[in-house]
T-cell receptor, first 113, second 115 residues
Framework: AQSVTQLDSQVPVFEEAPVELRCNYSSSVSVYLFWYVQYPNQGLQLLLKYLSGSTLVKGINGFEAEFNKSQTSFHLRKPSVHISDTAEYFC???????????FGKGTKLSVKP | DAGITQSPRYKITETGRQVTLMCHQTWSHSYMFWYRQDLGHGLRLIYYSAAADITDKGEVPDGYVVSRSKTENFPLTLESATRSQTSVYFC??????????????FGAGSRLTVL
């Protein structure tokens, strides 16, 4: 069965430190991969996406993610986080053209001063 | 205003009552979705619609009913609310073609409490 696993439910980090939020997926077909961010009391918004081409994808707010097919991973990174990056981050993928978006359970990033 | 709007944003109801959550989008996106968000479960798909008058079940459809008579509206009805349906509900839309292919745009959410 297709699934996506976010390995950390919570990630605390100090301001200006680097961060990596991990995501692994399970699918036997080609996938489209996404990271969404949810700020407190808001809906989700797209951070970045991988559809094809370069495996390093840059998104908004200085985030980037790298698609690794052999490891079936799509980890999200930022070299220096800000207080304003405190939010919940969701990894998601489409597996197959007729499938629907499958979400991970989310990782809560808490940036401390 | 362009966008996707949900109403009501907050709702408290009692067990057994019928509740309808509204969702309206202005982009004429063909696809619309309803998700629920619960602690420890992330987002789970309730129902989705590929076009007007076409709906299909998602991962957790039991206890919910949807309809889509117009492209822009996708209401979600809880026919007889239960406490387990206390959750935050998100509506989303998507246009599977073009440069925005496969990207979901979400509403701000409807927080439902069933007492």
């Amino acid at each position: 069965a297709q699934s996506v696993t976010q390995l950390d439910s919570q990630v605390p980090v100090f301001e200006e430190a680097p961060v990596e939020l991990r995501c692994n997926y399970s699918s036997s077909v080609s996938v489209y991969l996404f990271w969404y961010v949810q700020y407190p009391n808001q809906g989700l918004q797209l951070l970045l996406k991988y559809l094809s081409g370069s495996t390093l994808v840059k998104g908004i707010n200085g985030f980037e993610a790298e698609f690794n097919k052999s490891q079936t991973s799509f980890h999200l990174r930022k070299p220096s986080v800000h207080i304003s990056d405190t939010a919940e981050y969701f990894c998601a993928f489409y597996g197959g053209s007729q499938g629907n978006l499958i979400f991970g359970k989310g990782t809560k990033l808490s940036v401390k001063p | 205003d362009a966008g996707i709007t949900q109403s009501p944003r907050y709702k408290i109801t009692e067990t057994g009552r019928q509740v309808t959550l509204m969702c309206h989008q202005t982009w004429s996106h063909s696809y619309m979705f309803w998700y629920r968000q619960d602690l420890g479960h992330g987002l789970r798909l309730i129902y989705y619609s590929a076009a007007a008058d076409i709906t299909d079940k998602g991962e957790v459809p039991d206890g919910y009913v949807v309809s889509r008579s117009k492209t822009e509206n996708f209401p979600l009805t809880l026919e007889s609310a239960t406490r387990s349906q206390t959750s935050v509900y998100f509506c989303a839309s998507s246009d599977r073609g073009g440069s925005g292919a496969n990207v979901l745009t979400f509403g701000a959410g409807s927080r439902l409490t069933v007492l």
